[in-house]
Structure formats: C-alpha cells, structure tokens
C-alpha cells in the first residue's frame, strides 16, 4: 500500500479555481483503487510547533500500488483539468510513505 500526504498552497484569491479541480480531481482517486483518508484545511493555531508555513489544505490518500498513482496521474479527464491546478496551486509537497 502506497500512502501520500500532500501539503497544498495557494495562489491568493484562487480557491474556487482549486475547488474547482477538487471536483474533478478527487472522484478520479477512487476509478484508480485510491481512497481520500482525510482532507483538511488547518489554521495556523492548529499547528503546535512548526517551522514551515500553515498550507492552504492537506490530503492524505492510499493507493494499493505505485503504479495506481501513476495512473490517476496519467488520467486523461483529469489532464483536461490540470490548467485549473496550475492556476491556483502556488506549491505543493508529496511525501510518499508505507505503514510502518
């Protein structure tokens, strides 16, 4: 099993836009046996000690393989959505992990 947790900033002003590739981006997660464990938009007092700025939203999502996420990746539908990332997605971390 492949576990991602993405941290996700935003361009200021561009949340509908990103809400927008949410819409189709998020339902593609399961076409590929993918699930959406949690998603979350903290606050910057949600944090107890950090020494990196407070992201816009957090994913944490499970896919049984690699080559499951390669293939969300690679999903034609959501190609044609991608401008919508680019707009409003100013960076964004992916930390791959396993269960330990």
């Known amino acids: 099993m492949l576990y991602l947790t993405q941290l996700i900033y935003l361009k200021k002003g561009q949340?509908?836009?990103?809400?927008?590739?949410?819409?189709?981006?998020?339902?593609?997660?399961?076409k590929y046996s993918g699930s959406l464990l949690f998603r979350l938009r903290p606050n910057a007092e949600d944090f107890i000690e950090t020494q990196i700025e407070c992201p816009y939203e957090i994913h944490f999502v499970s896919f049984p393989a690699e080559a499951d996420f390669m293939?969300?990746?690679?999903?034609?539908?959501?190609?044609?959505?991608?401008?919508?990332?680019?707009?409003?997605?100013?960076?964004?971390?992916?930390?791959?992990?396993?269960?330990?």
């Open 71 to 100: 293939a969300f990746m690679r999903d034609e539908e959501r190609k044609k959505f991608l401008h919508l990332k680019e707009q409003s997605i100013r960076e964004s971390w992916l930390v791959k992990g396993e269960r330990l």
């Open 15 to 30: 949340e509908a836009v990103f809400d927008e590739f949410e819409a189709v981006a998020i339902p593609l997660i399961a």
